[in-house]
């Protein structure tokens, strides 16, 4: 477990200015304008606004083609009545938490991070969620505290799954499109093998220190 994997749950710590808050994973690019992201009207009464991760045609290829788990099967252990008690369809399509445009008002007054605490708690006493995904253990309490309660970013600024498998491919024209691409998944676009490392490449800036590298064959 990766405890920065967690810094999500606490987004009112880190800022006392602002209103609305934008979290990335560190494995994503932004071609777009992200004052754009930023600017983006989240529903009256929502705290946070994620994409849905059965929301593109593309996405429904790749689903198919590296055998993705998106619905709450996947990060839920059904067998466990805690979970069973939620009333949540387990073929609910899940939610993608590597981006997140927050609202901080809403954040605090619904007290979210209490309540993915409360989760984060329950889950060490009674093992309720699913260890086949990375990082099923920090997306899940979201995946519970925010079910039905958050608004949907615009498709094209989160194209997730480059990282799933090496081989999935999205086609070209569509990713220049996209606003911002996320190499989730075991795959990161620094290491190999990897998907469509050639857009990762073209903003990649080099290590002044020598220290880190990208991993590429014969280099």
Same mark, same amino acid.
């Given at each position: 477990?990766? &405890? ?42 929502? !705290?946070? !606004? ?33 979970? /069973? ?16 445009? !927050? ?45 039905? /309660? ?17 081989? !999935? /491919? ?5 990713? &220049? ?12 676009? @620094? ?11 073209? @903003? ?16």
């Amino acid at each position: 477990i990766q &405890q920065l994997n967690f810094v999500r749950f606490y987004l009112p710590l880190l800022t006392h200015e602002h209103e609305k808050v934008i979290y990335l994973d560190d494995d994503v690019i932004v071609q777009g304008d992200i004052q754009d992201l930023y600017d983006m009207k989240l529903t009256r009464g929502h !705290a946070a !606004a994620f994409s849905d991760d059965c929301d593109l045609p593309s996405t429904h290829e790749m689903v198919r083609s590296v055998g993705m788990q998106n619905t709450y099967m996947g990060f839920l252990d059904y067998r466990k009545q805690t979970i /069973r008690d939620l009333g949540i369809n387990p073929s609910t399509c899940t939610f993608n938490p590597g981006v997140i445009v !927050a609202n901080m008002t809403e954040w605090k007054h619904q007290r979210i991070t209490k309540q993915l605490e409360k989760w984060m708690q329950k889950n060490v006493a009674e093992n309720l969620y699913s260890s086949i995904l990375a990082g099923g253990v920090a997306t899940s309490p979201m995946l519970i505290v925010f079910h039905g /309660r958050y608004t949907t970013i615009n498709p094209l600024w989160h194209v997730r799954h480059l990282g799933w498998s090496p081989d !999935a /491919r999205y086609s070209e024209h569509f990713l &220049q499109e996209a606003k911002l691409l996320h190499w989730n998944g075991r795959y990161k676009p @620094w290491g190999y093998p990897s998907g469509h490392i050639d857009f990762w490449e073209k @903003w990649f800036v080099p290590d002044p220190s020598g220290t880190f590298k990208l991993i590429r064959p014969n280099s």
